[in-house]
């Protein structure tokens, strides 16, 4: 049962147009909710983050947005460069009961063209 | 500050065979978190230490899988009886764990091949 899932596996979008990734969870539980940025043969690297209480987080040119009656969250980049070309990971934890395990989705790979 | 490590970046062994892959968390970092990443998939835990002990195991697919990290910092993930399907890249994270909502950092991975 697939909790975290990105329906889309990849994506190509024009340089300094507005890239954006979906991710929809099925767990009323999440509360937490992190995008993370993966190349090739490294690590993930920690992009942006959002509370259940939000709605919206904005750090530069990333925006996460969470609609909770939808179960359904994005990233928007704006404006898209070759350098955010990458796999992206949607990642979910549920704070109550002390272990925030994180369930990932399978990832988008955004491709950004010059 | 130095980012999470993880040794050897890449371990190749036969079927049957035992392994030992090494975490070094962030320096004050006291939560750790082993997950296993497959070709096309999203990482998916294994098991979550809170100091010295396993906070949370119920991500280990079996018994040859077991996690030590016995002074609460360096952890080490041990496979017994390595099987084909063991092959993937096992990524480790820490994280401060100061509240509810923590940011987990993760490491490069050691990518486990098994022949």
């Known amino acids: 049962d697939q909790q975290v899932k990105q329906n889309s596996p990849s994506l190509s979008v024009q340089e300094g147009r507005i890239s954006i990734l979906n991710c929809d969870y099925t767990?009323?539980?999440?509360?937490?909710f992190l995008w993370y940025k993966k190349y090739p043969a490294e690590g993930p690297t920690f992009l942006i983050s959002?509370?259940?209480?939000?709605d919206k987080n904005e750090d530069g040119r990333f925006t996460v947005f969470l609609n909770k009656s939808a179960k359904h969250l994005s990233l928007h980049i704006v404006p898209s460069q070759p350098g955010d070309s990458a796999v992206y990971f949607c990642?979910?934890?549920?704070?109550?009961?002390?272990?925030?395990?994180?369930?990932f989705g399978t990832g988008t790979r955004l491709k950004v063209l010059a | 500050g130095a980012g999470v490590s993880q040794t050897p970046s890449n371990k190749v062994t036969e079927k049957g065979k035992y392994v030992e892959l090494r975490c070094d968390p962030i320096?004050?970092?006291?939560?750790l978190y082993w997950y296993r990443q497959s070709l096309g998939q999203g990482p998916e835990f294994l098991i979550y230490?809170?100091?010295?002990?396993?906070?949370?195991d119920s991500g280990l697919p079996n018994d040859r899988f077991f996690a030590v990290r016995p002074e609460g910092s360096v952890s080490t993930l041990k496979i017994q009886r390595t099987e084909r399907g063991d092959s993937a890249v096992y990524l480790c994270?820490?994280?401060?764990?100061?509240?509810?909502?923590?940011?987990?950092?993760f490491g490069p991975g050691t990518r486990l091949l098994v022949l």
């Open positions: 994270a820490s994280s401060s764990n100061r509240g509810p909502s923590e940011t987990q950092y």
């Open positions: 767990n009323s539980m999440f509360d937490y």
């Open positions: 959002i509370s259940s209480i939000k």
């Open positions: 990642a979910a934890s549920a704070g109550l009961g002390g272990t925030y395990k994180y369930i």
């Open positions: 320096s004050g970092h006291t939560a």
């Open positions: 230490f809170q100091g010295t002990g396993a906070a949370d």
